[in-house]
């Protein structure tokens, strides 16, 4: 990093009057991020600050509370003691000049990204460097510098008018539908729908029919509106080939070998007219970063509305750079996932790995919270968790065939609890449970 491409006395000013005024706390906590500061003992700083003003309660800090917290965190040392924090407390501006020293440390992150970029495009011309470590890059750096300015603080009178006219239009629903449905009545009646800004976290352990279920939705709102699908595990051509066979009720395997009988023939080209209307756009590429898939959402979002967006699934996304664990990469996808559904307001359904533990010993018990894989970030920034669990698969006594529990860990806006579906394994498709089914 170029030294004329941060400045030392502007971030401890900034820093130092956040420590003095709570007002200027809370401007330079909810304007700034970790990585505008361009010295990281600034930056752990700062990651103290953010927590004492999230934590605060409106109250003043004091230097004791930041190097407390830093001591905590391991953080203090690094960041060059309490002796350091004492210097920029010390260096403190007026209130009046923050916006100025603020204002200087965003410019030059901005500059220090445009010149990363630089440096990746000068990094192309050498073929031994991954071309998708290169194109991730990028596309992190670019979206970062695209977006800085856009959004920010809304006034009340414009949000109380988009929440009457939003319940006026609720009211006059014959359904309490609020968001797209899952095309599963049961699923609906307990989640009110998939609702635009939230991320639902669908997991299992393999083979339970998290795909199926993910496609279940997908074409259901295809129908009306456009759905993104990443699928980094399974080809395009491979799902295209299942969501066939759910439409049809013919065997996939007999649908890609062409074993088809006369009648069967037919039922297919009718199948496939039908679904050339769905509004379903897959993307297939391996390791796709959440800012790689967040710029293809906003690109579609240009032309036509978005009505969902699937990942299958989240441990398979990557983040630029190199992390120092995969749970920190994880977690870094997570939120990536939530902020579009934020940013984008869609529904974002992500499948995601569970742990060996509900197998452990044989025993084979129901999913819980704490069996997410990789990441307790993916529990935090979830709005709503669901697991599929199959009883009859295990041998659990008096369990009927076919009945697959949808268990609903967490609910941010609704209730948890168990919703019974209908597993069609032959056609690996879900439909409502009716008794008898």
């Known amino acids: 990093m170029s030294e004329f491409l941060r400045d030392l006395d502007a971030e401890e000013a900034a820093l130092g009057a956040a420590i ?56 203090l040392s690094p960041a060059g003691g309490a002796e350091k924090v004492a210097h920029v407390a010390n260096s403190a501006c007026r209130p009046s000049q923050v916006d100025y020293n603020i204002g200087r440390v965003e410019d030059l992150r901005r500059r220090r990204l445009i010149l990363k970029m630089g440096s990746d495009m000068e990094r192309a011309s050498d073929e031994s460097v991954d071309l998708g470590e290169l194109m991730t890059s990028a596309e992190e750096a670019f979206y970062t510098l695209s977006s800085d300015d856009v959004g920010g603080a809304r006034d009340v009178a414009s949000l109380l008018s988009e929440v009457m006219t939003e319940a006026e239009v609720n009211a006059k629903r014959e359904e309490p539908l609020l968001g797209v449905s899952s095309g599963l009545s049961s699923l609906d009646d307990m989640t009110c729908g998939f609702q635009r800004g939230d991320l639902t976290v669908l997991a299992a352990r393999p083979s339970m029919g998290k795909t199926s279920l993910a496609l279940k939705v997908a074409r259901t709102v295809a129908n009306d509106q456009a759905v993104v699908f990443f699928s980094l595990e399974m080809s395009a051509r491979a799902l295209i080939t299942r969501i066939l066979s759910m439409q049809t009720h013919i065997d996939g395997r007999r649908i890609r070998r062409g074993r088809l009988s006369e009648s069967e023939w037919t039922v297919i080209t009718d199948g496939t007219k039908v679904l050339s209307d769905a509004k379903l756009h897959i993307d297939d590429r391996s390791g796709i970063s959440p800012t790689a898939a967040r710029l293809k959402i906003q690109k579609l979002q240009k032309r036509e509305p978005v009505g969902l967006v699937v990942v299958d699934y989240l441990q398979l996304m990557t983040v630029a750079g190199k992390q120092d664990s995969r749970v920190n990469e994880v977690t870094k996808v997570s939120q990536g996932l939530k902020a579009i559904a934020k940013d984008c307001d869609v529904p974002v359904v992500a499948l995601s790995q569970l742990s060996r533990a509900p197998d452990h010993g044989g025993t084979h018990r129901r999913p819980i919270l704490a069996d997410l894989r990789d990441s307790g970030s993916i529990e935090q920034d979830a709005d709503i968790v669901m ?3 199959h009883p009859w698969k295990v041998k659990e006594q008096d369990a009927e065939r076919g009945k697959c529990e949808c268990i609903i860990a967490k609910q941010r806006n609704g209730p948890t609890g168990t919703v019974p579906l209908f597993w069609d394994e032959p056609y690996a498709r879900f439909d409502n449970w009716t008794e008898g089914h």
């Open 20 to 75: 003095a005024h709570y007002d200027v706390l809370s401007e330079v906590c909810e304007r700034a991020e970790p990585d505008w500061f361009g010295f990281n003992e600034n930056a752990l700083i700062f990651r103290a600050l953010t927590y004492l003003y999230e934590n605060s309660s409106g109250q003043d800090i004091e230097m004791k509370m930041v190097v407390d917290r830093m001591r905590a965190t391991q953080t």
């Open 387 to 389: 697991f599929l669990f």
